[in-house]
Antibody, heavy 121, light 110 residues
Framework: EVQLLESGGGLVQPGGSLRLSCVTS????????MSWVRQAPGKGLEWVST????????YYADSVKGRFTISRDNSKNTLYLQMNSPRAEDTALYYC??????????????WGQGTLVTVSS | EIVLTQSPGTLSLSPGERATLSCRAS???????LGWYQQKPGQAPRLLIY???KRATGTPDRFSGSGSGTDFTLTISRLEPEDFAVYYC???????????FGPGTKVDIK
């Protein structure tokens, strides 16, 4: 059974930093693109970032480009999201999601349960 | 940038009724790159349909996807109590941005 477990969320001050982790199991991690998707309280889904299976190619939404960095450790089956200089509008539940293939252009299945990030002073 | 619009915003129906949800794209989307997700309160989204019409593993056959170009539809043939939820369409593969979600359609009990 594929499992994704996010951690690292919490309260962070604007301009601070936070690193989210997503530990996975049940599949060959390096064979699949992985993504982060967020959902602000009471709002819809917003794609944040995607990383190919090898980690060689990264993609970001304009809203986080230059501030967030996605990475993976294929030896630990773990995905990361380094959040630098977060803003109040980054407050959301952050989901990690497995892609449908090695390449980035695919659906998300499954999703983790999410980790909540609150940006506030 | 491809923008997805979903209608209606809310659909109020009774169990056993048919639900038809629409997803319209601002530009043509390859049918291979359109998906549908279901999200229940307090839960993560769940993939229902990918490639516009292919059911994901575990998706009941009362769910069906159709469409091409800029107009796509998710149909639930007979609503079960567990189907009352929010449904999002998603396109994947245009660049940039790589992925776009629609704003969602809430299916609630009439």
């Amino acid at each position: 059974e594929v499992q994704l477990l996010e951690s690292g969320g919490g309260l962070v001050q604007p301009g601070g930093s936070l690193r989210l982790s997503c530990v996975t199991s049940g599949f060959t991690f390096s064979n699949y693109a992985m993504s982060w998707v967020r959902q602000a309280p009471g709002k819809g889904l917003e794609w944040v970032s995607t990383l190919t299976g090898s980690g060689d190619n990264t993609y970001y939404a304009d809203s986080v480009k230059g501030r967030f960095t996605i990475s993976r450790d294929n030896s630990k089956n773990t995905l990361y999201l380094q959040m630098n200089s977060p803003r109040a509008e980054d407050t959301a539940l952050y989901y990690c999601a497995k892609g449908g293939s090695f390449f980035p252009y695919s659906w998300f299945d499954p999703w983790g349960q999410g980790t909540l990030v609150t940006v506030s002073s | 940038e491809i923008v997805l619009t979903q209608s209606p915003g809310t659909l109020s129906l009774s169990p056993g009724e048919r639900a038809t949800l629409s997803c319209r794209a601002s530009q043509s989307v390859s049918s291979s790159y359109l998906g549908w997700y279901q999200q229940k309160p307090g839960q993560a989204p769940r993939l229902l349909i990918y490639g516009a019409s292919k059911r994901a593993t575990g998706t009941p056959d009362r769910f069906s996807g159709s469409g091409s170009g800029t107009d796509f539809t998710l149909t639930i043939s007979r609503l079960e109590p567990e189907d009352f939820a929010v449904y999002y369409c998603q396109q994947y593969g245009s660049s940039p941005p790589l992925f776009t979600f629609g704003p969602g359609t809430k299916v609630d009990i009439k």
